[in-house]
Nanobody, 123 residues
């Protein structure tokens, strides 16, 4: 059974730098492209960052220079380092495994989802 489990969310002050983790079952992380999405209240879920199987990384414009996606040494983990958080970054963040054949940001398509972790940016 495919599983993706996120952790690392919570209440963060503006300017904070939490790191989200996503642990996958079996070889799902090492065998797939990975993506982090977020969904704010009343808004559609949006792709925030994606990483190909060969570690090419893409970001949505609003987080470029602040967020960083990476794979862990253990090969079953993917991270989202978030820096300089703003209140508008408040959302439920979801890990996904999927396809990213051409490496263009809009090319990523999710196949599997985690359950999500809430990130609230507030003082």
């Amino acid at each position: 059974q495919v599983q993706l489990v996120e952790s690392g969310g919570g209440l963060v002050e503006p300017g904070g730098s939490p790191r989200l983790s996503c642990v996958g079952s079996g070889s799902i992380v090492s065998n797939n492209a990975m993506g982090w999405y977020r969904q704010a209240p009343g808004k559609q879920r949006e792709l925030v960052a994606a990483i190909t199987r060969i570690d090419s990384k893409k970001y949505t414009d609003s987080v470029k220079g602040r967020f960083a996606i990476s794979r862990g040494r253990a090969k079953n983990t993917v991270y989202l380092q978030m820096n300089s958080l703003k209140p508008e970054d408040t959302a439920v963040y979801y890990c996904s495994a999927g396809n990213f054949p051409l490496g263009y940001f809009s090319d990523y398509s999710p196949l599997y989802w985690g359950q999500g972790t809430q990130v609230t940016v507030s003082s």
